[in-house]
């Protein structure tokens, strides 16, 4: 009995297992049978393409390195005791030329003796010589047109500054005149009085001017004095000091002439 169902259970399994086998092949031959003969494709599986590699990115040019010209020890080491000859000289050089420059100047416009001051003083040097260049030009020039103007007309260059004189010179400037020998004008505000003289110069005039002036009680508080060939003019601002017998501008013009005559006469007698 045992033996019996054994061998019934071995057949059904043979059974199942022949039917599973043939319905695979049927398939197997489905899948593989050519589409020309009407076999359509069952299965799902499909291959997987083969993943594609990215590209690689173009790579860059290497750059050649230049070979290093290698100097040996000596050539590098002639090279450097050049280099310091050469700046050598060109110090040598500049210290001889900042020497000639302080020479030629004066020692108040150089403070030390490094190169910043020297050519900085150099500097302020020349344009003070630039300065006291235009201010002679401009002086030669007024004087050749003054002179010009006195030798076609004999009137005074320093006519405009005469308003009112109370002495006037009369003639040629060159001659000695008999009614004035100079041109005096006085004015006189309360105890201060401006005088303007014009006369022919002379030797210690100025100082004598300043001495007659103290013995008249006058103060000089100003006194500028300007020459023009043999003519000086002689602007002075004083003080009527107490004690001045000299009460107006004529008492002080008339004082001024007879002092300035007694000079004149101390001239002729000494010439």
């Known amino acids: 009995m045992a033996l019996e169902a054994l061998s019934s259970n071995e057949f059904l399994n043979f059974i199942m297992y022949d039917s599973i086998i043939g319905a695979c092949n049927d398939d197997t031959s489905a899948v593989l049978a ?8 069952s299965c799902s599986y499909q291959p997987e393409a083969p993943a594609e590699r990215p590209a690689a990115a173009p790579g860059r040019k290497k750059r050649r390195r230049r070979p290093r010209v290698c100097k040996n ?16 000289n060109r110090r040598k ?17 150089v403070q030390r003796g490094d190169q910043a001051s ?28 003054q002179s010009t103007e006195m030798k076609a007309d004999p009137q005074s260059p320093f006519a405009q500054f005469f308003a009112y004189p109370q002495f006037q ?11 004035a020998i100079a041109d005096i004008e006085v004015t006189l505000i309360e105890t201060h009085a401006n005088i303007r003289i014009l006369s022919q ?13 103290h013995s008249l009680c006058f103060t000089i508080l100003h006194l500028n004095v300007t020459t023009l060939d043999s003519l000086v003019l002689y602007s002075i601002s004083a003080k009527v000091e107490e004690g001045c017998q000299l009460n107006s501008a004529d008492d002080i013009a008339s004082a001024v002439h007879h002092m300035l005559r007694i000079i004149e006469e101390e001239a002729i007698l000494c010439s």
């Open 34 to 41: 050519p589409q020309e003969i009407g076999g359509q494709r």
């Open 73 to 88: 020890k000596e050539e590098a080491e002639t090279q450097r005791m050049t280099h310091i000859a050469v700046e050598r």
């Open 93 to 109: 050089q500049m210290n001889e030329h900042l020497a000639v420059l302080r020479s030629l100047m004066p020692e108040s416009y």
């Open 118 to 145: 020297i050519v900085g003083g150099a500097i302020e040097f020349v344009k003070e010589l630039e300065h006291t260049l235009q201010s002679l030009e401009a002086k030669k020039h007024k004087l050749i047109q």
């Open 169 to 179: 010179l009369s003639g040629k400037y060159t001659s000695q005149s008999k009614a």
């Open 201 to 213: 110069k002379r030797l210690r005039q100025l100082s004598k001017i300043v001495a007659a002036f």
